[in-house]
């Protein structure tokens, strides 16, 4: 692995740590925390999700000065040395809010428009998911290694929505995972539903509307263990809006790609 990488990769897995041990003090404090809503009702945040992208930031920062900086809550901050780092503070804030343990912290690098590092920390759970290109997956240090002969049928796949997706299509991509045989599942972290297509416990995940730092960190732990990923462009503006997001399996891609269109 370079140099380059590899203190990056250090660094990601230490602020992903730092950070989800600061959003679980929120966490663990929430009736304190003011909700606020974003573009609609469904989108919320609250401090604790601008708090943890500020820690995040000055550490990479101060670490790689030259770096880019794409975080969900305060937008992109343009670098000079070709790396950029994706981040979500906490994806599946409106489980956070609600109490509920599927949030979870989200940092990619990109270069080059791929992702080459991708970590999510877990608190509630205590699972650190750590990937770099071609150096595979791990959960809590151990390989992890997607099932290729795996297909929908008796296997649970992850879907997610929000108010960019009709809720007919909604309904639509429930029937058709449930059509093959499959069982639906949405634990409302799409970053986490996607580590856990890393960890074999789904067998694929599919959101018609997702932005970047929902999903590049995932997509690098889900290709390192040999699951398969529908490009998303990282080019310039492309970097800012959202496309289908589709990670899965080898022996599943055929039916996810069917009901998700693509
Ligand atoms: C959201 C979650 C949710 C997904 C949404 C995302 P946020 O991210 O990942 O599961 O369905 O599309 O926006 O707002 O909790 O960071
Ligand atoms: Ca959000
Ligand atoms: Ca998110
Ligand atoms: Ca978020």
Redesign the pocket.
């Known amino acids: 692995m370079s140099d380059d990488i590899s203190r990056r990769l250090a660094l990601a897995e230490q602020a992903a740590r730092e950070a989800g041990a600061k959003a679980l003090e929120y966490f663990n404090h929430r009736d304190q925390l003011v909700i606020e809503t974003?573009r609609d009702a469904q989108?919320?945040?609250s401090i604790a999700?601008r708090e943890v992208e500020l820690l995040i930031n000055g550490q990479i920062a101060r670490a790689f000065p030259d770096d880019g900086f794409l975080g969900?809550?305060f937008g992109l901050q343009a670098g000079s040395s070709g790396f950029t780092w994706v981040v979500?503070p906490?994806?599946g804030?409106s489980p956070f809010v609600n109490g509920m343990p599927n949030w979870c912290v989200s940092i990619a690098v990109i270069h080059q428009g791929e992702p080459v590092i991708g970590v999510i920390m877990a608190p509630c759970q205590q699972e650190c998911f750590v990937s770099a290109r071609g150096q595979g997956a791990t959960l809590n240090g151990k390989p992890l290694h997607v099932d290729p002969s795996r297909t929908m049928q008796n296997h649970v796949t992850g879907f997610g929505a929000n108010s960019y997706v009709t809720p007919e299509r909604v309904g639509e991509i429930a029937a058709g995972i449930t059509a093959v045989g499959g069982n639906f599942f949405r634990n409302g972290s799409g970053a986490m539903m996607l580590a856990w297509v890393a960890a074999g416990r789904l067998v694929g995940y599919y959101e018609p509307y997702m932005h970047a730092w929902d999903c590049l960190a995932g997509y690098c732990l889900v290709n390192e263990a040999g699951g398969w990923t529908h490009a998303f462009n990282t080019d310039g503006e492309a970097l800012l809006r959202g496309a289908p997001v589709l990670a899965v399996a080898p022996g599943a891609k055929a039916d996810l790609l069917k009901i998700a269109r693509l």
């Open positions: 974003k989108d919320v945040v999700d969900e809550e979500d906490i994806d804030t």
